[in-house]
């Protein structure tokens, strides 16, 4: 009865053992390698596509890794045609300009790589670029969307727009999502009768750079009716960069993308009425498994991941709570 008792037991020890291996050794990517190459920093927003990334990559059982250029698109432009040399088995392209990407991705395409667009794209879409596929969100609806958001506050406050000035500051002016956002913002402005703007060069991705442009712009400026952040880091500088300028809660209507603690600080605080939450995350982690089932099914998604309003306090309790991990 012993013997019997200690073969069942070896038998279910077996199976179980056997069963936590298989469990173990489930990873689908494995063997895969991704590589993400970007126009970004060493910043709070980027901290979030990686973590994105990694978290898509470790459910896999994938490799991947990030290029982060710094606004450098000589740079990023090295980066992708190293990443390409080492024949990974995708590349996900953040595509911040309408002709230097053109060739690369075509060349690298027809090498055999696949190539998909992430968090910017060229601003004719597929018809401007060869890339496989687009993952991020559509940066003119985005911006078009916080743009009326801001105007209907002045609406609502009594301001002549017919007088208003719109100031937006650009990290990158030149790069795609700077002037596919301004585009949107434009767009916006005739429809509320707003003609005076001006495109500010907030000098690259460095946080004190940035708001002490900003702050010199307000500066020089009193006209500034509205200040809009293009990019995460010149939002994120908006709150300090009023202050600065002596400026109170709600004297300049202010707003811009991305879901920083300072942003989300000054929203709290009544210096920001506005900002898009386009869900970073969702970019790096899709990145990821796009390419991966490019590899295993030939899938090439299109994906919007957000372009959201976070315009009120009660918005933020969920994105407070899960910033400090690098989900939002």
């Known amino acids: 009865m012993r013997r019997t008792w200690f073969l069942v037991l070896t038998m279910v020890l077996v ?12 990873k689908p990517g494995e063997g895969m390698y991704f590589r993400l190459v970007t126009h970004g920093g060493d910043d709070p927003f980027w901290a979030v596509v990686q973590k994105g990334a990694n978290d898509a990559a470790k459910e ?17 432009q090295k980066r992708f045609q190293e990443a390409v040399a080492l024949k990974p088995n995708g590349i996900a392209l953040v595509i911040n300009d309408d002709t230097a990407w053109d060739k690369p991705v075509e060349d690298a395409l027809a090498a055999g790589i696949p190539v998909i667009g992430m968090n910017n794209d060229d601003s004719q879409g597929a018809a401007g670029n ?3 596929c687009y993952i991020g969100q559509s940066e003119k609806a985005a911006a078009y969307r916080l743009a009326r958001k801001l105007f209907d506050i002045a609406k609502a ?12 500051a650009a990290e990158v002016p030149g790069a795609n999502y700077a002037k596919i956002r301004s585009s ?3 767009e916006a402005m005739g429809e509320y009768g707003i003609t005076s703007y001006e495109i500010i060069d907030a000098g690259g991705l460095e946080m004190t750079t940035v708001e ?13 009716t509205f200040l809009i952040g293009l990019g995460g880091i010149c939002t994120d500088r908006l709150t300090a960069s009023l202050k600065a300028a002596g400026r109170n809660p709600g004297e300049i209507i202010a707003g811009g993308f991305d879901t920083t603690a300072d942003t989300l600080n000054g929203i709290k605080e009544g210096y920001v009425m506005a900002t ?14 796009v390419l991966y089932l490019y590899n295993k099914y030939g899938f090439t ?8 309003l976070v315009d009120s306090p009660d918005k933020i309790s969920l994105l407070e709570k899960l910033s400090p991990l690098h989900i939002r």
């Open 60 to 76: 896999l059982g994938c490799r991947v890794d990030i290029d982060l250029c710094g606004g450098d698109l000589a740079l990023q």
């Open 157 to 168: 406050k009594g301001i002549d727009l017919a007088k208003a000035h719109v100031a937006m």
């Open 130 to 132: 060869a890339r496989l």
């Open 301 to 308: 998604p299109n994906i919007d991941t957000g372009g959201y």
């Open 15 to 26: 199976v179980c053992t056997t069963s936590w291996v298989m469990a173990q050794e489930a």
């Open 276 to 289: 898009i939450d386009q869900q970073q995350y969702l970019q790096g982690y899709f990145a990821v498994y």
């Open 212 to 224: 002490s442009r900003e702050t010199s712009y307000l500066l020089a400026h009193p006209e500034t």
């Open 184 to 186: 949107g913002v434009i």
